[in-house]
């Protein structure tokens, strides 16, 4: 005979399997993503719009908040709150490589499927089940190795391919940056007359960027160019030459293609720029996020391209790829 506790019992699991229910059907039907960029600049302002864009498409609620600083200290306070709200999906740009790592795995631990954008943890290799930090489901961002290597042979072109050159970036242990400076490095190796001069780095502040520039040219009176290897590192650098009246004379190269490239190409201040796909970063990662949530299995990578822009197109398909604030 069941007694009146067992159906007690019956209805309440009855009751939870169905709340269950309804919240994976709630979580399938409107997922919720949080975006974590690594930094306010127009590149992930840029990035925001794509993921929007898919969010729309994907019926997605998405979150979104930027760090005011490129530091772990100011983004992984960010990624624990993000944490304590549950989304279904976290999509990141980590600011650092190794420092994240442990961060992010406790947002796997708390159930959340975390995917990074730009940037990467351990070596952005995922899902091969080896290391500790392959557990993000996919890598979605540029080659960054191969956009120095680009950099690394406009340059050379500019100057004639012989003289002094140096690189200008963030701070080391960014997979980014510090892919853009190798593939840089490694490029500049085939070029026998050109001297490479210590890299400078200048924590995404362009008026380090700028001294540096100044401090160079009082040793190396010879500077022939300079690659910057960020918005920050690039914009910097750019004014650093200004200001020593070398525009033209010291050639610029720069990630990125921030608001008011065009005015800086078309004066000979930048000579290239090689603008990122932002948006198609976010779009994507919304899309594979969304994917994800419903149980899809995504690639663990995914290459969004770069344009490289300069006088010949900036006025043309160039500007298209402008990032905006
Ligand atoms: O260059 C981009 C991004 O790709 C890099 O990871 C960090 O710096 C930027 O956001 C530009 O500031």
């Given amino acids: 005979m069941t007694t009146r506790r067992t159906l007690i019992k019956l ?6 399997a169905g709340l269950l229910a309804a919240h994976a ?7 919720v993503i949080a975006l974590l960029p690594g930094v306010v600049d127009p590149f992930y302002f840029t990035m925001h719009r794509g993921a929007e864009k898919a969010a729309k498409e994907e019926g997605v609620e998405l979150l979104f908040q930027v760090p005011k600083s490129w530091n772990t200290t100011e983004q992984v306070p960010i990624l624990k709150a ?15 490589k190794q420092q ?3 961060p992010l795995k406790e947002a796997v631990d708390a159930g959340i499927k975390v995917i990074t954008v730009d940037t990467y943890i351990g070596d952005g290799k995922y899902q091969t089940g080896k290391g500790d930090a392959d557990f993000p489901l ?45 593939g840089f490095l490694e490029e500049m190796k085939k070029h026998p007359n050109i001297k490479v001069l210590d890299t400078q780095y200048n924590e995404d502040d362009a008026n380090k960027a700028a001294a540096h520039i100044a401090a160079i040219l009082a040793r190396n009176p010879n500077l022939a160019g300079v690659f910057g290897a960020n918005t920050f590192s690039g914009k910097g650098a ?13 050639k610029v190269v720069v990630f990125d293609a921030v608001p008011g ?18 948006a198609e970063m976010g779009y994507y990662g919304v899309k594979y996020g969304a994917d994800a949530a419903r149980g899809k299995k995504i690639p663990a990578q995914k290459g969004t391209g770069f344009v490289v822009l300069d006088k010949s197109n900036i006025d043309g398909d160039g500007k298209q790829y ?4």
């Fill in 100 to 102: 994240l790592v442990q």
């Fill in 322 to 325: 402008i990032y905006s604030n």
């Fill in 238 to 250: 750019a004014e650093g030459v200004k200001k020593a009246g070398k525009t033209g004379k010291v």
């Fill in 261 to 278: 490239i065009d005015q800086d190409i078309k004066s000979g201040l930048v000579d290239i720029a090689i603008a990122q796909k932002p």
């Fill in 138 to 182: 996919s890598y979605i961002a540029s080659d960054n190795t191969e956009g120095g290597r680009i950099a690394a042979r406009a340059l050379a072109k500019a100057i004639g391919d012989k003289g002094e050159v140096y690189c200008e970036d963030n701070k080391p242990g960014i997979s980014s940056t510090d892919a853009r400076v190798d």
């Fill in 82 to 96: 993000f944490i304590a709200k549950k989304p279904d999906v976290l999509l990141i740009s980590p600011v650092d």
């Fill in 25 to 31: 059907f709630a979580d399938a039907n409107k997922p």
């Fill in 11 to 16: 209805s309440v699991a009855t009751l939870a």
